[in-house]
């Protein structure tokens, strides 16, 4: 996969369609995912991957949520909801409006299945494969040691960004693992800059896999942008993930203005705005695009 690639891809979300009724007025928003309200405290949706099944302890209670309090939620008016000794908990598809701190729902609520725990694993293999699939080209200095010293060396470069590796060839027979494998992970490094040095100098500690890619930033303009973002007010998390981009939560970019700028100021890709709140379609036979 090539750099222009990893950065335009996403893992595709799966939505239904949202229920909808004649509505006017404020702007609606929607969101989609876990409710929750404890036990003397006000209802509240889910922020980040809460809509989990593994959220509530081993004694049956459930955790609470950080979103935006619910205004005039009614547990009895709303479908598969679950019950627990300190509070109450469903998953949900809600159209509303938000005003601050606070949502308020404003078409029927739809049930959702809780989102698996485990997402797909996405691509981040930010070269092509070379001619003849992915082989290393010393097998005997592609030891864990071996990727140790090289990620060593790549965090030594100038305009040295991420290094990390990835076990593409293991997924192709579903023998992927999390720790290194000698035999099956791609050792991966991002350079804001010249690359062939940057190759020559992993090449002296390392004999295997190996894909360089340039990136259009620098690590340094990825952790500016990280407290950029940190320090915004409806910013939820904020941090920098694989391969070379700053990945957001904030409250309410339904309209895809945080993201435009972003994208005008530093390329597309390099930083990803996930919106807790999400336009509504006009039309219930319309998706949501994730």
Same mark, same amino acid.
């Given at each position: ?6 950065? +335009? ?11 909808? $009724? ?6 609606? %928003?929607?969101?989609? !995912?876990?409710?929750? =309200?404890?036990? @003397?405290?006000?209802?509240?949706? !889910?922020? /980040? ?18 979103? &935006? %309090? ?7 008016? %709303? ?7 300190? @509070? ?30 485990? %997402? ?11 001619? /003849? ?12 040691? +071996?990727?140790?010293?090289?990620? +060593?060396?790549? =965090? ?16 192709? #027979? *579903? ?15 991002? #350079?804001?800059?010249?690359?062939? $040095? #940057? ?10 896999? &190996? ?7 620098? /690590?340094? $303009? ?16 904020? @941090?920098?993930?694989?391969? *070379?981009? #700053? ?8 309209? /895809?203005? &945080?993201? $435009? ?7 597309? !890709? ?5 919106? =807790? ?11 949501? =695009? @994730?």
């Amino acid at each position: 996969m090539a750099v222009d690639d990893v950065l +335009h891809t996403r893992v595709p979300a799966s939505h239904e369609p949202w229920p909808t $009724t004649p509505t006017r007025g404020a702007r609606e %928003v929607g969101f989609e !995912g876990r409710v929750a =309200q404890l036990n @003397g405290h006000a209802a509240r949706l !889910g922020t /980040g991957n809460t809509a989990v099944p593994a959220s509530f302890a081993l004694d049956g209670s459930i955790h609470g949520c950080s979103g &935006l %309090v619910l205004t005039d939620w009614d547990w009895d008016r %709303v479908p598969a909801s679950r019950v627990a000794p300190n @509070g109450r908990e469903g998953w949900y598809r809600l159209v509303g409006t938000h005003e601050g701190s606070t949502f308020t729902v404003t078409r029927p609520v739809a049930p959702m299945p809780p989102r698996p725990a485990v %997402v797909p694993r996405e691509d981040i293999v930010p070269c092509a494969e070379p001619a /003849g699939g992915w082989r290393h080209p010393e097998p005997g200095r592609a030891t864990s040691a +071996h990727f140790e010293a090289a990620r +060593h060396v790549a =965090q030594r470069q100038p305009g040295f960004v991420m290094v990390w590796f990835d076990q593409k060839p293991a997924r192709a #027979v *579903g023998r992927e693992m999390a720790a290194y494998n000698a035999d099956l992970s791609i050792v991966c490094v991002t #350079v804001h800059g010249e690359t062939e $040095t #940057v190759r020559d100098r992993i090449r002296e500690v390392y004999g295997g896999m &190996l894909c360089i890619a340039a990136w259009p930033v620098s /690590g340094a $303009t990825l952790l500016g942008i990280e407290r950029e973002l940190r320090d915004a007010s409806d910013v939820i998390d904020a @941090g920098v993930r694989l391969p *070379g981009r #700053v990945e957001a939560t904030v409250v309410d970019d339904a309209e /895809g203005r &945080l993201q $435009t700028m972003y994208d005008a100021r530093y390329g597309p !890709g390099i930083v990803w705005i996930h919106s =807790q709140l999400r336009s509504v379609p006009g039309d219930a036979s319309t998706r949501w =695009q @994730g």
